[in-house]
């Protein structure tokens, strides 16, 4: 990366659902006030309803931690499903699917930067916590 790393979290998703993108970034400016983010980690949305993990796994989303911790992970998030889910869930409950779902890449993120591994291991219940805590703070989801 030459010199300095890059911090924080950025929403990177021009082609993603523009409703989830906007949820999504108000999630981040709030986050970016709770937790620190010592290694840049980008977020990209996607138009599709999955993305397939290097792996060859079909996920809804998923966190990049790579070997070399002078390359800066990434996080994917497909918002294809937006649309189906508003509609069987309503919008607030859709928008907060979403949400957990970076929250909960967020959470491997958070373990790789501390140990340079990652688990499964209490991610939905901490990731919960998070969206839970968000959720007091402000009428947007």
């Known amino acids: 990366m030459g010199g300095s790393i890059r911090t924080g979290i950025r929403i990177r998703g021009g082609r993603g659902n523009p409703h989830v993108r906007a949820a999504l970034v108000r999630f981040a400016k709030w986050l970016r006030q709770e937790y620190e983010f010592p290694i840049r980690v980008p977020v990209y949305l996607f138009p599709s309803k999955q993305i397939v993990t290097m792996h060859g796994d079909r996920v809804s989303a998923s966190f990049f931690a790579p070997f070399d911790r002078s390359v800066e992970p990434f996080i994917r998030i497909a918002t294809g499903d937006y649309p189906h889910l508003s509609k069987e869930l309503g919008r607030d409950k859709a928008l907060a699917a979403f949400l957990q779902s970076l929250a909960h890449e967020l959470m491997h993120y958070q373990q790789w930067v501390a140990t340079g591994e990652t688990s ?13 805590r968000y959720s007091l703070t402000t009428d947007n989801p």
């Open 120 to 132: 499964e291991r209490g991610v939905t219940r901490r990731a919960q916590r998070i969206v839970e």
